[in-house]
Nanobody, 121 residues
């Protein structure tokens, strides 16, 4: 079994910063790409950033500048640093990862359960 768990969400004031973490656990053989998305009520999940196993990040055009994605392959984790938070950043933030379970030949996309970020004064 493989599990992704996000943490670090909460209530933050406009202009503040937040660091979200996502940890993969279980019978993991390897992890290729990892990603961060967010979703607000009534809207579809939107991409924030992805990061390859080699550590190369890519960002959605609308997310460039205030978001920084990183990962630690030794710990099977990925972090998302969000700076200068705005009320419109309020959303549930999800991570995903392409994970090959040990002893399997194929990878499967796994999602975390999400963590709520609320930006409000």
């Amino acid at each position: 079994q493989v599990q992704l768990v996000e943490s670090g969400g909460g209530l933050v004031q406009p202009g503040g910063s937040l660091r979200l973490s996502c940890a993969a656990s279980g019978n993991i053989g390897s992890i290729s790409s990892m990603g961060w998305y967010r979703q607000t009520p009534g809207n579809k999940r939107e991409l924030i950033a992805r990061i390859t196993s080699g550590g190369t990040p890519t960002y959605a055009d609308s997310m460039k500048g205030r978001f920084t994605v990183s990962r630690d392959n030794a710990k099977n984790t990925t972090d998302l640093q969000i700076n200068t938070l705005k009320p419109e950043d309020t959303a549930v933030y999800y991570c995903n990862a392409n994970i090959r379970v040990a002893d399997k030949l194929w990878s499967t996309l796994y999602w975390g359960q999400g963590t709520q970020v609320t930006v409000s004064s």
